[in-house]
């Protein structure tokens, strides 16, 4: 049976113990993050040269999923977080929030599918093997 649903999982397009992003995480990546980080992540969106510090190369990036959720909702600061370098952008999702009573809950929703986009992009741009 284990079988048969890895075999489906592949044929369906992805491997069957790799968890799927939500469907939302791309297009807020998009949204929010690639003018300044670029489309794979490296620092390289159109907003980037005019940008100082310029933004870093998420591809580059070791920090784990907790860590990056706190990058990119505040509550971690860095020097170029936190001010007009790049919004804290779990503010801007929380303000965005349609249903007030889920406010909180889908802002760390949306801050962990951006976290996780940004993971998968390193993912992506690691050498085979690595």
Do not use: N
Not at 72 to 98: K, S, Y
């Amino acid at each position: 049976m284990v079988r048969l649903l890895t075999a489906l999982g592949v044929f369906l397009g992805g491997c069957a113990h790799e968890p799927a992003l939500p469907q939302h995480a791309e297009a807020m990546y998009a949204r929010y993050c690639a003018s300044c980080h670029g489309v794979t992540g490296r620092g390289d969106g159109p907003a980037a040269p005019a940008l100082s510090p310029p933004p870093t190369d998420l591809t580059k990036s070791d920090l784990s999923l907790p860590a990056l959720m706190r990058v990119i909702d505040g509550r971690r600061t860095l020097r170029a977080h936190g001010t007009a370098a790049m919004p804290v952008w779990g503010q801007v999702f929380e303000e965005a929030a349609e249903d007030p009573d889920r406010r909180h809950r889908q802002t760390l929703r949306d801050v962990q599918a951006v976290a996780e986009y940004v993971q998968a992009l390193r993912a992506r741009a690691a050498p085979a093997g690595s």
